[in-house]
């Protein structure tokens, strides 16, 4: 671990003319008749999104949320011809662990702000020093301030892998790190664990698919075009039916059409809002209200980060990417993820016929995912959604101390 941190900052700043043109295009919004959807069963609903759209114009101030942002040292580096934007945090402690945190999609690097503090500075939280660790929160290729990616058309998650390791390794001189991720950054994060378990203390996941998820002929479709069993009993058939609602749109368009959706949600502010509002809306655990989980504001900096650097339509790209170039081992032993690997479970991702945490942990043991991870610490919760660092970060902190405490 190098003493001397080898970059300059760069911090964080959006350029006046990309917010007076952003100011622009939401007041010439042209809205859609969206009649009976305040219930949101058509999607998103013109009703909130134009009271979202409305205080973006009038109320949101990005300079507020810039400044936030910059209160944390960012970086700006190339790698291996990727243009690659970091924020870090310092550990406070006697000899903090690097640990390099992957966010997934609709999310952005910020995702991570509430979990930063704690674990680079453990004791501030009444927690303990030896807990600490550098904090590395990158922006995926081709995500926020990771851009532009003209290069690079089939960036995935096994291909931002080696990025980090990279980055982690060469640019920033750790001959060790610890590695953590959810969404798609648990595939970055479990192809860490498969391809270089030995540089890696261990790492610490979301979820705990298979890294082949996107593979095959209907990676689209969760389940392989599959019917729904027979016989299933009503409350386990309403909830897989409620997952794949959840969850089957995004997939279809990304990986069968992204630059098709690309192009409407890259010219305007709105419908790129509307589209990953429906994706914090439905998949955290929101109970119908996204703002019990996202301020406004929260809302608008998350999604401006997608827009001021034009960066939609090579995030979606991700799943495509996935399929097209998809995923090969680099070695034939097992685990297939040799790392060891602690992975956090959520309730509103619970699979059908599954209610309660310890129900969740056997689910997942006897599911044929367990067997490609070396697990060592398993947790599931009660509360949480998708975006699990956001909506229970002391969990999250909590879970992911626990994994790496005795591997430092």
Not at 37 to 50: A, E, I, K, T
Not at 65 to 78: F, K, P, Q
Not at 231 to 246: I, K, T
Request: charged share 20%; glycine share 8%; hydrophobic share 40%.
């Amino acid at each position: 671990m190098t003493s001397t941190f080898p970059l300059t900052p760069s911090p964080i700043h959006v350029a006046d003319e990309v917010l007076d043109d952003l100011a622009t295009r939401l007041r010439l919004t042209r809205w859609p008749d969206d009649v009976a959807n305040d219930d949101w069963s058509y999607g998103v609903s013109r009703r909130y999104l134009q009271e979202l759209v409305d205080y973006w114009i009038d109320e949101y101030d990005w300079r507020k949320a810039e400044s936030a942002i910059n209160a944390y040292e960012h970086y700006r580096v190339d790698v291996d011809g990727v243009p690659i934007h970091f924020l870090r945090k310092p550990g406070v402690g006697p000899n903090p662990t690097p640990l390099i945190l992957t966010h997934g999609w609709p999310w952005t690097f910020w995702h991570w702000a509430k979990v930063i503090d704690p674990l680079a500075d453990p004791a501030a939280f009444g927690g303990d020093p030896a807990d600490a660790f550098e904090v590395i929160v990158p922006s995926l290729p081709g995500f926020g301030f990771s851009t532009p990616l003209p290069k690079h058309p089939d960036m995935n998650f096994w291909k931002v892998a080696d990025l980090w390791h990279t980055l982690m390794t060469g640019t920033l001189g750790h001959t060790k790190y610890a590695a953590a991720g959810c969404d798609v950054g648990a595939l970055v994060t479990g192809q860490l664990g498969h391809k270089y378990p030995g540089e890696l203390h261990g790492i610490h996941i979301g979820s705990g698919q298979k890294l082949t998820l996107f593979s095959g002929d209907r990676a689209w479709d969760l389940s392989g075009g599959q019917p729904i069993p027979p016989g299933l009993p009503e409350p386990a058939y309403r909830q897989l039916l409620s997952l794949e609602r959840r969850f089957a749109v995004h997939l279809a368009a990304h990986l069968l059409q992204p630059s098709t959706l690309a192009f409407g949600l890259s010219d305007s502010p709105a419908g790129l809002l509307a589209w990953i509002l429906q994706r914090w809306a439905s998949w955290s655990d929101s109970h119908g209200d996204v703002e019990t989980v996202f301020s406004k504001d929260d809302l608008l900096t998350h999604a401006m980060i997608f827009w001021v650097n034009n960066a939609i339509g090579t995030s979606i790209r991700y799943y495509a990417n996935a399929n097209r170039y998809p995923w090969t081992p680099s070695h034939d032993r097992v685990p297939v993820i040799e790392a060891p690997t602690g992975i956090t479970f959520v309730g509103h991702e619970n699979p059908p016929g599954v209610t309660t945490a310890e129900q969740r942990v056997a689910s997942w043991l006897a599911s044929d995912r367990a067997e490609w991870y070396n697990h060592v610490n398993l947790t599931a919760h009660e509360a949480g959604g998708h975006f699990i660092p956001w909506e229970i970060p002391d969990a999250w902190v909590d879970d992911l101390r626990r994994t790496f405490r005795t591997r430092r």
